[in-house]
């Protein structure tokens, strides 16, 4: 098995800014939302986190492409044809997977026979299955490739090499821990084919028997405690093959001393028993995690969860790809699973390919730094799937947003949460995920037309403003800071941003960096400051009379004979200049107060 240390960042991660398939880990049941992808996430930026060109005046906006949405969703005529006359077959295909999974039903039952669905008192977990066991689940393995057979995968294409299932196995594998993008169920399937590894469900299906043969994590979704307790027992079974270290013992040791509560007792507990087992014989085999914590379309790779990389182990990064002419087969937003099913069983076949990279081995700074370990794995995962694929700042979270946002406008693809993350509304915000959708129903109340934008009508209408005020031209105008003559949901937010009083001042300047960066080159013109001052009619009263000066003489004293401003620049040049963020501030308290209580879609006034 090829080991590899790649080049890696060692800097420190960014600040915290479902998996549909169960038979794999959902990171999403393990860890809150974080960001942080190799790039400078202190500004706002497209949620591809490249900087994208500027829109020119009056025309519509650019869109990024979903990372949620099936980009083949619409059938062609070709694709009608197709079905039509591949049905018999797939109706024929349909009845023999039923009867593949049924017989893996029934071998696996009278595997698992004496075999506890329990997990065991002291350490809190489904002990491993002994050799023999795991060599008679060797035909699961021939199962689930005749499963992915029907299926239309005909080959596999396989590049690199890895560690296959080995049932005799006496000790832990060179990587306890398999991390692949997550595109739909087929990956999990092959994984199966391949690794024969622990996988992960809920509290019922550590019952059924083909999930119980593969010694599940059980995970209960619906707690905090239920995630934390996933989390533990990913660290004792990637740690399960690997001798108690006398290091780790002096910090269970001073652990046992130092605590005081019946929770922090029983968690040391819980940690003795683990280290009393190792090294078990046998090992837990390895185990596999989808780090994103959802699926995605392959030319995507979303944000990285730190629960894969607690135990600070090596991994084993798999890569997957799925080419197509006709059908893009990926598990999305806005495609029912059995339409989904349909169509893959509909093509005369379907092709995937698998690399399997090189060992991943950390370094200390990563073993440190869960967080750090992801971003850089997620980073060589996706140079491996090069070309046609990029990192984006969404996470599960964003899907979540989007099923909300579908909802709200009876749409599969509003579109209006394209280019904007939970992440970044969180990070501005503060906001829950359920108080962000009460703010898509908001912005839907807002957008009487339902076309995903807020008119100069929509607006002054829902705010009950003069339609033909300079003030209300000027608010307008500084929230549709492209002048398309609309306002976008991303705008919308970015609004509240800077007239919300119980966001921090860091928050707002970054907001209004964006907000003057009309190119998002990544630093500030005086043009571009100008354009601000001029549109904000400066004359008008600011709050800071004393530093009422023409919009000219203003852009001359910020600049201060630069010819750009970086981030650093302008936030200080903020300091210096309050103007800056007054001029720039699209309406005010009480205005973004009627936004957010308007409607059946109000958020409580401790948020905004």
């Given at each position: 098995?090829?080991?590899?240390n790649y080049?890696?960042s060692?800097a420190?991660?960014s ?5 549909n398939?169960?038979?794999?880990i ?8 974080s960001s942080?992808?190799?790039?400078n ?6 949620t591809?986190?490249?900087?994208s ?10 869109r ?9 969703r ?11 006359l ?13 009867f ?5 039903w ?7 026979i004496?075999?506890?669905p329990n997990?065991d ?5 489904l ?8 060599l008679?689940l ?18 596999i294409h ?7 299932f ?9 990587a ?8 739909t ?10 690794f ?24 209960d979704?619906e ?5 934390g307790?996933?989390a533990?027992?990913i660290?004792?079974?990637?740690l399960s093959?690997?001798p108690?270290?006398?290091?780790e ?9 130092a605590?005081e509560?019946?929770?922090?007792k029983?968690?040391?507990?819980v ?12 090992p837990?085999p ?18 990285f969860k ?5 135990s600070g182990?090596?991994?084993q990064p798999?890569?997957?790809?799925y080419?197509?002419?006709h059908y ?12 989904m099913v ?33 971003d850089n794995?997620r ?10 694929t990029e990192?984006?700042n969404?996470?599960y979270e964003?899907?979540?947003l ?23 509304v ?6 829950s995920?359920?108080?962000?959708k009460k703010?898509i ?5 807002v957008d ?37 003559g ?7 937010v ?10 921090g ?6 907001v209004?960096?964006?907000?003057y960066?009309?190119d998002q080159?990544g ?7 100008m ?5 904000s ?7 800071h ?9 203003l852009?001359?004293?910020v600049?201060?004979g ?16 309050p103007e800056l963020?007054d ?13 957010k209580n308007?409607g ?8 905004l």
């Amino acid at each position: 098995m090829a080991t590899i240390n790649y080049a890696r960042s060692e800097a420190p991660p960014s600040p915290p800014s479902q998996s549909n398939a169960s038979i794999a880990i959902s990171e999403q049941d393990l860890q809150q939302p974080s960001s942080s992808n190799g790039i400078n996430e202190s500004l706002p930026r497209s949620t591809t986190g490249e900087i994208s060109p500027p829109n020119s005046p009056g025309s519509p906006r650019k869109r990024s492409k979903n990372p949620f949405l099936n980009s083949t969703r619409e059938f062609t005529i070709y694709e009608k044809v197709k079905t039509v006359l591949m049905a018999p077959i797939a109706a024929l295909r349909l009845l023999m997977i039923i009867f593949v999974v049924l017989l893996g039903w029934i071998w696996t039952y009278f595997i698992t026979i004496g075999y506890s669905p329990n997990p065991d008192p002291e350490l809190l977990d489904l002990l491993p299955m002994g050799h023999c066991r795991r060599l008679l689940l060797a035909p699961v393995r021939w199962l689930a490739r005749a499963l992915l057979w029907l299926f239309g995968y005909l080959w596999i294409h396989e590049h690199g090499c890895c560690h296959c299932f080995n049932p005799c196995a006496s000790r832990t594998y060179p990587a306890p821990v398999i991390v692949c993008n997550h595109v739909t169920f087929v990956e999990a399937v092959w994984l199966v084919v391949k690794f024969l590894p622990c996988v992960a469900g809920n509290i019922t299906s550590a019952t059924v028997p083909i999930f119980r043969a593969l010694t599940p994590i059980v995970v209960d979704r619906e707690s905090g405690e239920g995630r934390g307790a996933a989390a533990r027992m990913i660290k004792q079974r990637t740690l399960s093959g690997i001798p108690w270290s006398e290091a780790e013992e002096e910090a269970l040791v001073a652990a046992e001393a130092a605590a005081e509560t019946e929770q922090e007792k029983f968690k040391v507990k819980v940690k003795r028993a683990a280290a009393q087992a190792r090294p078990m014989k046998p090992p837990y085999p390895p185990l596999l995690i989808f780090p994103e914590g959802t699926t995605t379309a392959d030319s995507f790779l979303l944000q990285f969860k730190a629960g894969a990389f607690l135990s600070g182990q090596p991994v084993q990064p798999v890569v997957v790809k799925y080419p197509y002419c006709h059908y893009e087969v990926v598990w999305s937003c806005d495609t029912p699973v059995l339409t989904m099913v349909w169509r893959m069983l509909s093509q005369v076949y379907n092709c995937m390919t698998v690399t399997y990279l090189p060992v991943y081995i950390p370094s200390d700074a990563e073993k440190a730094d869960p967080q750090l370990y992801a971003d850089n794995v997620r980073k060589v995962m996706c140079e491996a799937m090069q070309p046609g694929t990029e990192m984006t700042n969404h996470t599960y979270e964003d899907a979540r947003l989007l099923a909300a946002a579908q909802e709200a406008y009876h749409s599969v693809n509003p579109d209006i949460t394209t280019d904007i993350t939970y992440n970044e509304v969180h990070k501005w915000l503060n906001l829950s995920v359920e108080d962000t959708k009460k703010l898509i129903e908001t912005f839907r109340e807002v957008d009487a037309n339902g076309d995903g934008f807020i008119s100069r009508e929509e607006f002054t209408t829902w705010l009950n403003l003069d339609p033909t005020s300079t003030i209300t031209e000027t608010y307008f105008g500084l929230m549709d800071h492209d002048n398309t003559g609309c306002i976008d949901f991303r705008s919308f937010v970015q609004a509240l941003v800077l007239s919300s009083n119980s966001v921090g001042k860091v928050e707002k300047v970054q907001v209004l960096f964006w907000m003057y960066d009309a190119d998002q080159s990544g630093d500030i013109s005086r043009q571009e400051v100008m354009a601000v001052l001029d549109a904000s009619k400066l004359h008008r009263t600011t709050g800071h009379a004393e530093h009422e000066v023409p919009s000219r003489i203003l852009a001359d004293k910020v600049m201060a004979g630069r010819e750009v401003l970086d981030f650093d620049d302008f936030e200080r040049a903020v300091s210096e200049h309050p103007e800056l963020m007054d001029c720039a501030m699209p309406m005010s308290s009480s205005e973004a107060e009627r936004f957010k209580n308007g409607g059946s879609g109000q958020l409580s006034s401790e948020f905004l």
